[in-house]
């Protein structure tokens, strides 16, 4: 046995483990939770608005009801319909296997009188003018609806309503190994998930990478001791690697993270696509929402819970968006994800649409962010905080150009209390 052979085999884990961790986390058992337990081809309709007890994917929203829905289309097409919603914003992403967004319904791209579409497999005949083809068997199709505050509930369940979905009736799936299971166990779901949903000629130069582990004929025992010692080393590197970048872009701008214009639709950024998947799965591209997280003054870019913070827009510096706009405040978990922090008022995100938000009398915004309430003639635009550390983001839905490429850029975050 050679040392090229061990470092070929190191290389080998860390690219499968990289590549494959999208096909892991969208069939992963909390994946599917988030889809309500529904049978394969059939919508789950989440009739209210997330909070802090939701644990099943990462930074949720607090703006928007979720439709979701695992699709498996080896068995012939199924047939997409979405309601009219008006100007509400409406919008169903659908993903491929690797958690591309390949097609999105909606607002923005279909308009807002509603319509029916034929989602056929990567091989099936298009029939008709609204056939939409996806690149793999299995489909994720998540529905986002505006909720413009408690008052709007039931006008937004009505419309969530009617986003529905025919298709033919499909055995539930088989388990998959989740993120953190042992090397063979991953490796071999892996090699299971990428059989039934064949990576693009495009991804041929990291398959090559990855040819050593005879992932199309996956056998964990025909490893020597030190050929297993080679792999996992790969995997403990790929699982370091992919808790760095989460949604962020190249690096902080006037302390804030813009995305990469590959969000959503990641070609062959394999990196990128698995830190999204621990730390923003479900990403939608920037032209549909822009992802954007405040650098707190701790490490991994947290906040200090027990500091009170400002955010500060300028009457002529308010954000450019088409829809609607929010910042969202969550608690990190050690393996990079974020989830919402339970508070005293129940409120996880505050935006253009909270009741009650008040701008001062030049026009301007302030949004108040801390543990403790910032006294009664602030409280409205108070977004509360635990007095542990925590993460800020900020989602813009249908961003203007002068915010999509980056002509318009965020004011930073301002610590009011001494370091």
């Given at each position: 046995?050679?040392?090229?052979?061990?470092?070929?085999?190191?290389?080998?884990?860390?690219?499968?483990?990289?590549?494959?961790?999208?096909?892991?986390?969208?069939?992963?058992?909390?994946?599917?939770?988030?889809?309500?337990?529904?049978?394969v081809?059939?919508f789950?309709?989440?009739?209210?608005?997330?909070?802090?007890?939701?644990?099943?994917?990462?930074?949720?929203n607090?703006?928007?009801?979720?439709?979701?829905?695992?699709?498996?289309?080896?068995?012939?097409?199924?047939?997409?319909?979405?309601?009219?919603?008006?100007?509400?914003?409406?919008?169903?992403?659908?993903?491929?296997?690797?958690t591309?967004?390949?097609?999105?319904?909606?607002?923005?791209?279909?308009?807002?009188?509603?319509?029916?579409?034929?989602?056929?497999?990567?091989?099936?005949?298009?029939?008709?003018a609204?056939?939409?083809r996806?690149?793999?068997?299995?489909?994720?199709?998540?529905?986002?609806?505006?909720?413009?505050?408690?008052?709007?509930?039931?006008?937004?369940?009505?419309?969530q309503?009617?986003?529905?979905m025919?298709?033919?009736?499909?055995a539930?799936?088989?388990p998959?190994?989740?993120?953190?299971?042992?090397?063979?166990?991953?490796?071999?779901?892996a090699?299971?998930?990428?059989?039934?949903?064949?990576p693009?000629?495009?991804?041929?130069?990291?398959?090559?990478?990855?040819?050593?582990?005879g992932?199309?004929?996956?056998?964990?025992?025909?490893?020597?001791?030190?050929?297993?010692?080679?792999?996992e080393?790969?995997?403990?590197?790929?699982r370091?690697?992919?808790?760095?970048?989460?949604?962020?872009?190249?690096?902080?701008?006037?302390?804030?993270?813009?995305?990469?214009?590959?969000?959503?639709?990641?070609?062959?950024?394999?990196?990128?696509?698995?830190?999204?998947?621990?730390?923003g799965?479900?990403?939608?591209?920037?032209?549909?929402?822009?992802?954007?997280?405040?650098?707190?003054?701790?490490?991994?870019?947290l906040?200090?819970?027990?500091?009170?913070?400002r955010?500060?827009?300028?009457?002529?510096?308010?954000?450019?968006?088409?829809?609607?706009?929010?910042?969202?405040?969550?608690?990190?978990?050690?393996?990079?994800?974020?989830?919402?922090?339970?508070?005293?008022?129940?409120r996880?995100?505050i935006?253009?649409?909270?009741?009650?938000?008040?701008?001062?009398?030049?026009?301007?915004?302030?949004?108040?962010?801390?543990?403790?309430?910032?006294?009664?003639?602030?409280?409205?635009?108070?977004?509360?905080?635990?007095?542990?550390p925590?993460?800020?983001?900020?989602?813009?839905?249908?961003?203007?150009?002068?915010?999509?490429?980056?002509?318009?850029?965020?004011?930073?975050?301002?610590?009011?209390d001494?370091?």
């Open positions: 046995m050679t040392d090229d052979r061990l470092k070929a085999l190191t290389r080998a884990a860390h690219a499968a483990w990289t590549f494959a961790l999208p096909l892991i986390e969208i069939s992963s058992p909390q994946t599917r939770r988030f889809s309500g337990g529904a049978p081809n059939t789950a309709h989440g009739r209210d608005l997330v909070d802090h007890t939701a644990r099943d994917i990462t930074t949720p607090n703006d928007t009801l979720y439709s979701s829905a695992h699709i498996d289309l080896s068995q012939g097409p199924v047939t997409l319909s979405l309601p009219a919603a008006g100007e509400r914003y409406l919008s169903l992403a659908l993903m491929d296997a690797y591309n967004n390949f097609a999105i319904l909606g607002t923005r791209t279909t308009g807002g009188d509603g319509g029916t579409w034929t989602l056929i497999g990567p091989t099936d005949a298009a029939q008709g609204n056939c939409i996806s690149p793999t068997r299995n489909v994720w199709a998540l529905a986002r609806i505006l909720v413009e505050g408690p008052h709007d509930l039931e006008a937004a369940r009505a419309v309503q009617g986003v529905s025919q298709g033919p009736g499909m539930a799936p088989e998959v190994a989740e993120r953190n299971a042992p090397w063979a166990d991953y490796l071999a779901s090699a299971q998930l990428m059989a039934d949903n064949p693009p000629a495009t991804d041929g130069a990291i398959l090559k990478v990855m040819a050593p582990l992932l199309d004929d996956f056998d964990p025992g025909r490893f020597s001791p030190a050929e297993v010692a080679a792999i080393a790969g995997v403990v590197q790929a370091a690697d992919a808790q760095r970048s989460g949604l962020r872009g190249p690096g902080f701008i006037n302390g804030w993270t813009y995305p990469y214009a590959r969000l959503g639709v990641f070609a062959q950024e394999y990196g990128y696509r698995a830190s999204v998947a621990i730390g799965l479900a990403a939608l591209p920037p032209e549909e929402a822009m992802y954007m997280r405040a650098k707190g003054d701790l490490p991994r870019a906040f200090d819970g027990r500091a009170a913070w955010l500060h827009f300028p009457a002529d510096h308010l954000l450019p968006v088409n829809s609607f706009w929010s910042l969202c405040l969550y608690e990190a978990t050690q393996d990079g994800q974020f989830f919402f922090a339970d508070n005293p008022v129940g996880y995100a935006g253009d649409r909270s009741p009650g938000l008040r701008t001062n009398a030049d026009g301007s915004l302030d949004i108040w962010i801390g543990h403790e309430a910032p006294g009664a003639d602030r409280e409205a635009n108070w977004l509360p905080a635990p007095a542990t925590f993460a800020l983001f900020l989602r813009a839905y249908l961003p203007k150009p002068d915010l999509l490429h980056g002509r318009y850029r965020l004011p930073e975050i301002e610590r009011l001494p370091a």
